[in-house]
T-cell receptor, first 116, second 110 residues
């Protein structure tokens, strides 16, 4: 597609439920990032993929968070046993460069997760 | 200390004013720098890259000071449509990890 696509746009989950958030990056983009953005804050890094390899998951807040990109294109962020503090907007971004260069990130619209 | 720091504002300025934002970063090995703009309840969008020699795009001027590890954004002749949050972004590390500041909120007043 023309841009980064994320689904669903909105997700309401009851505490304890599992959720799966999908990201479809720009075709051919090697790098894929997931960010978590709380209200009034900047995006906080969660994890990074280069093609199908998850090179950095240092930002995942707990072992309830898991991300995958099995074929190097679509990525899924899964949150198990959701808690209220997981409520945030989850942003996916892709970039054409692998390393170096001045390649910016292109963001999807985000998924707004509300845990009740 | 956060890797990328910005004054959260808000900066309330009248139309036509000039306003400047600064951003500091802690990783001296950082390689690429950007300013993003984020409107309320929208995703961040690239405003401009920041080059070592400084660069200008219309009313917007970005500067980089590697020695002092800060980046600036200057907006001249502010428009109401400039009201948004401006995010400082730094890429660093072997795979170019991208780190955002908390953002500076700008409100341009008629």
């Amino acid at each position: 597609g023309a841009g980064v696509s994320q689904s669903p746009r909105y997700k309401v989950a009851k505490r304890g439920q599992d959720v799966a958030l999908r990201c479809d990056p720009i075709s051919g983009h090697v790098s894929l990032f997931w960010y978590q953005q709380a209200l009034g804050q900047g995006p906080e890094f969660l994890t990074y993929f280069q093609n199908e390899a998850q090179l950095d998951k240092s930002g995942l807040p707990s072992d309830r968070f898991f991300a995958e990109r099995p074929e190097g294109s679509v990525s899924t962020l899964k949150i198990q046993r959701t808690q209220q503090e997981d409520s945030a907007v989850y942003l996916c971004a892709s970039s054409s460069s692998r390393t170096g260069g001045n390649s910016p990130l292109h963001f999807g619209n985000g998924t707004r997760l509300t845990v009740t | 200390r956060k890797e990328v720091e910005q004054d959260p504002g808000p900066f309330n300025v009248p139309e036509g004013a000039t306003v400047a934002f600064n951003c500091t970063y802690s990783n001296s090995a950082s390689q690429s720098f950007f300013w993003y703009r984020q409107d309320c309840r929208k995703e961040p969008k690239l405003l401009m890259s920041v080059y070592s020699s400084g660069n200008e795009d219309g009313r917007f001027t970005a500067q980089l000071n590697r020695a002092s590890q800060y980046i600036s954004l200057l907006i001249r002749d502010s428009k109401l449509s400039d009201s948004a949050t401006y995010l400082c972004v730094v890429r660093s590390g072997g795979y170019q990890k991208v780190t955002f500041g908390t953002g500076t909120k700008l409100q341009v007043i008629p």
